[in-house]
């Protein structure tokens, strides 16, 4: 793959772009009102609800992040069934490189980013939290919760499902990354900005620079050569 030097410019000056609309105004202007008003629709409803709170617990919970991965895994496991050996080895090499180009974007985006902030049930002295109301662990509070480190990895997934296996396959990548991400708004544990704008600004400026040259392949190609297993040769071909 050629490097696509114009979209890649174009990706990253959009991230910039939005970024920069979020960080630069007052309190972070209309962004903060719209963040509030998510924060706000939801948080009262747990006082209620039952069956609510019960839902935003469960979809919260660590072992709920186990289903986001089988719900990756199965997307890619339709493609995985109906290749050869060789293409069953290089579908689980993109799943690894995948893995490898969260972690370094995830990286890069907590390190180089100005920005801390508590998430909403912290940031409101007045919130109700799940894990007071029903005291089993979730996720509904975060210390640091920009940018949304769930949201980025499932974006990332995204993008990958669009460069290796279709357009619509993306398209049922989204539906994943909506079903998986928002309940962490839901229940507070992050501002909706956390992830449209955090997660978001991330992927397009660090991920074009992997997708849009040859380095994924490179990545692919290199795994192939020293990952242990059959069928070496015959990804390459």
């Not at 080895?89 to 974007?105: Q, S």
């Not at 992050?190 to 992830?195: A, R, S, V």
């Not at 600004?201 to 990952?227: A, E, Q």
């Amino acid at each position: 793959m050629k490097i696509q030097l114009s979209r890649i410019l174009l990706l990253n000056a959009a991230g910039f772009a939005l970024f920069l609309c979020w960080y630069m105004p007052e309190n972070h202007g209309m962004w903060f009102t719209l963040d509030t008003s998510i924060f706000h629709f939801f948080n009262p409803l747990l006082a209620g609800h039952r069956a609510f709170v019960w839902f935003l617990a469960i979809t919260n919970n660590r072992a709920f992040d186990a289903c986001s991965l089988l719900a990756m895994g199965a997307l890619m496991l339709r493609f995985w069934l109906k290749s050869d050996p060789a293409g069953r080895r290089r579908i689980v090499i993109i799943g690894l490189v995948m893995l490898l180009t969260a972690i370094i974007v995830n990286q890069f985006a907590q390190a180089l980013m100005p920005v801390k902030r508590a998430s909403p049930t912290l940031f409101f002295s007045d919130a109700l939290r799940v894990s007071d109301l029903l005291h089993i662990p979730t996720k509904d509070a975060s210390k640091d919760s920009f940018p949304g480190d769930h949201g980025m990895m499932l974006l990332i997934f995204c993008a990958f499902m669009w460069r290796y296996f279709g357009r619509r396959t993306f398209l049922l990548a989204l539906v994943i990354f909506v079903v998986f991400a928002f309940p962490r708004v839901m229940i507070g544990a992050h501002w909706l900005t956390d992830i449209v704008i955090g997660s978001l600004t991330s992927v397009l400026i660090g991920l074009p620079w992997i997708l849009l040259t040859p380095m994924s392949d490179k990545m692919i190609c290199f795994m192939d050569r020293y990952l242990p297993g059959k069928n070496k040769q015959k990804i390459n071909k």
